[in-house]
């Protein structure tokens, strides 16, 4: 069974970059196409981006020039980086899995809380 | 972008009603429409995916229909444990994007 654990800091400082991990367990991410999702009250669940053979990205074209997803094989994690955060930013955030491009999420992290506040 | 419009956003059900939530896509995606249910404080868990296909797991009172631009996420027999916000979900192209959502009430 795929395990996923997001980790990270709760709380960030508006103008600075946010940064998250996902730990995985039970698969490899090499197998995976690893996606970050947030979900807030207002806009629902947003697709941030993904990695895909540990190497290749795509980003939400919203979120795309401040937005950077990497891997890291020997670990078995994948990262976000958010730069220039605002308030707006402040969501959960899930690491989650699909077998391919066109697969469903099958699997997803518990979520992270980001506050984004000074 | 494509955007999926989900209807009802509430519905307030007894239980062993049928619950029918509707997805519609801005433009065509085939069959590449899932659905999730997300309870309060949880990750959401793939229900449905490419449209009308079962996941192992997931009672079979739980089932989906469409294609093109027009999906059904169909619970036939409401319990009292599916109270939760159901989510559809498209892969067909990048972005992928979800639906608004739409909160399902025990009454």
């Known amino acids: 069974q795929v395990q996923l654990q997001e980790s990270g800091p709760g709380l960030v400082k508006p103008s600075e970059t946010l940064s998250l991990t996902c730990s995985v367990s039970?698969?490899?991410?090499?197998?995976?196409?690893c996606s970050w999702i947030r979900q807030t009250p207002g806009k629902g669940l947003e697709w941030i981006g993904y990695i895909y053979y540990s190497v290749s990205t795509k980003y939400n074209p919203s979120l795309e020039s401040r937005v950077t997803i990497s891997a890291d094989t020997s670990k078995n994690q994948f990262s976000l980086r958010l730069s220039s955060v605002t308030a707006a930013d402040t969501a959960v955030y899930y690491c989650?899995?699909?077998?391919?491009?066109?697969?469903?999420?099958?699997?997803w992290g518990q979520g992270s809380l980001v506050t984004v506040s000074s | 972008e494509i955007v999926l419009t989900q209807s009802p956003d509430f519905q307030s059900v007894t239980p062993k009603e049928k619950v029918t939530i509707t997805c519609r896509a801005s433009q065509s995606i085939g069959s590449t429409l899932h659905w999730y249910q997300q309870k309060p404080g949880q990750s959401p868990r793939v229900l449905i995916k490419?449209?009308?296909q079962s996941i192992s797991g997931v009672p079979s009172r739980f089932s989906g229909s469409g294609s093109g631009t027009y999906f059904t996420l169909t619970i036939n027999g409401l319990e009292a444990e599916d109270a939760a916000a159901y989510y559809c979900?498209?892969?067909?192209?990048?972005?992928?994007?979800f639906g608004q959502g739409t909160k399902v009430e025990i009454k």
């Open positions: 039970g698969g490899s991410i090499n197998s995976y196409y």
């Open positions: 979900h498209h892969s067909s192209s990048l972005p992928q994007t």
């Open positions: 490419y449209a009308s």
């Open positions: 989650a899995t699909q077998a391919s491009g066109w697969s469903p999420f099958d699997y």
